[in-house]
């Protein structure tokens, strides 16, 4: 038993353990709170949440995609959306997958307002 209570043993082990508490406390703390990547809190780039009443595409004539880059999670493509979303007269959907925001408008499409909406919303449109 002496063997394995070195004094090397010891630093070791106790290193091991404050960084698995260490993790264990970050994973159950990110858990509790609902937070992402994107909607720590800490954040200064806060997007309200648009809710879209009208969604037939009948009466959207106007419409354009964006590549977005700086999406991560699922909540980095809601904040997207509801950035694009504030716009008086448009309607976005966003595919994190594809990085891409398709953008849809009562009319013509103003490509600054929605490159302006996704930069202040803490996001960018990628240029090809």
């Known amino acids: 038993m002496g063997e394995i209570l070195t004094p090397g043993n010891i630093i070791v082990f106790v290193i091991v353990a404050i960084g698995l508490i260490a993790g264990v406390r970050r994973?159950?703390?990110g858990l509790t709170k609902g937070e992402s990547c994107c909607t720590s809190g800490t954040s200064s780039r806060k997007v309200r949440a648009v809710k879209v009443t009208d969604t037939d595409e009948a009466h959207y004539p106007y419409a354009i995609d964006l590549p977005i880059?700086?999406?991560?999670?699922?909540?980095?493509?809601?904040?997207?959306?509801?950035?694009?979303?504030?716009?008086?007269?448009?309607?976005?959907?966003?595919?994190?997958?594809?990085?891409?925001?398709?953008?849809?408008?009562?009319?013509?499409?103003?490509?600054?307002?929605?490159?302006?909406?996704?930069?202040?919303?803490?996001?960018?449109?990628?240029?090809?």
């Open 69 to 128: 880059g700086g999406m991560s999670c699922e909540g980095c493509a809601a904040n997207v959306a509801n950035a694009l979303n504030a716009i008086d007269g448009t309607w976005a959907t966003v595919d994190l997958a594809g990085k891409t925001a398709h953008v849809r408008a009562k009319h013509p499409i103003d490509v600054d307002a929605c490159e302006a909406a996704v930069r202040d919303a803490g996001y960018y449109v990628a240029k090809p």
């Open 27 to 29: 994973a159950i703390g």
